[in-house]
């Protein structure tokens, strides 16, 4: 035990030592740092221009619904071509967009019905990157460092959710919201150049075929289709994926919905506690990705989904019924801590266990299901909010012990490493 303790911190920076890793660590980092100011500069132009809600949902909506839709495009040309071309592709042309709508702004030629295209054709082009994010790190280290790289990545990629729509709302703040636009199609033109220069390694597994070797190619629908049969198939990558939509339904409705309920009507503490609470889930995950990333190693991944599920379920069980301010954040820092530390080995067990030329489409599978899911969430949990949160929390914490229990039931599941 002591030996593992004192490799913890090495194992968890080692590929932080190979330039390739470095390149893309600040690539990604950079491109969701400009997500995080895109929704802050979306959102507040448009309130300056038309001053409606109504309209924001309406911009917000062109921005999501492009991207939900063709994630299944962008993965299966992640495969057929090449993640790293289209993660170039995509950051440059984002890029070029959020130049367009800033220069439009600062000269006062700026209209709501090019906001929404710019945000659709915004929308549109990240599905491209988003499977690609994640397919390419195969390429680019080694297998054995896979856990602590997706440590890293994660831990890159949640602070820059914090802090890039704090970062924008201070340029707004400080200049004007055209100009956060412009700093956004920076941030994404580095991107871009952080990722032309990565140089990506060949990845041949066995019963894979040499990506030099000639294959028949399939039309973009086959290749679609392909990709969700080979999810669906394997019953251990079924459950993972079937893992990971369940907890993006039960993330989205209860840590949105279920938290406002709770700050506002169970804890009385109004924006404040809200704060708090998703501070500590945001925390929490964080201390989970890297605590997973410092153990290393090859655990049993099928029942460290059975224990997340069993963790999440008892959590939401504990917020429909405790009333304790310090007691629900202590519960909110645990569940994110559950989140972030299986989240490291289930996506590395999908990037070590997966062909490379299917790893893109059976990503962008799981992407698809979670973008599904998150509305369904919205509404559901919406619903039963007016309830109370007994009733919101509860019926959460029955779905994931269903799941929790689904899993333990499948002997491949369990055994999966």
Known sequence: MATTLAGAGPRLWAPARHRPFQLLWLGQSLSLLGDGFSVVAFSWITLGL???TLTLG???AFQAVPRALL???GGSLGDSLSTRTLMIGSSWTRAG????VGVAGLTGHLTVWMLCAAAAAFGAVDAFFQPARVSILPSVVDESLLTPANALLGAGSRTAAVVGPAVGGLVIAMTQAPVAFLVDAVCFALCGWCVACIRTRSRTADGEKDAAAPRPQASLAARIREGVTFTLRDPRLRTVVALDTAVNFCYAGPFT??????ADQVLRGGSATLGVLNGSLAGGAMLGTLAGGALGGRPRVGLLVAALA?????????LGLVHSTPAVVATVLAMGFAIGF????GLSWIQRNIPQDVLSRVVSVDMVLGYAAAPLSLIVCGALARVGALPLFGAVAAVLALTGLAVLASRPVREMR
């Open 71 to 73: 994630t299944l495009v």
């Open 50 to 52: 038309t001053g409606s």
């Open 97 to 100: 967009l959020m130049t367009g």
């Open 58 to 60: 309406y911009v917000l």
């Open 310 to 318: 069993g963790w999440l379920a008892a959590g939401m069980a504990v």
């Open 342 to 345: 299986q989240g490291v080995f």
């Open 257 to 262: 919905v279920g938290f406002a309920t709770l």
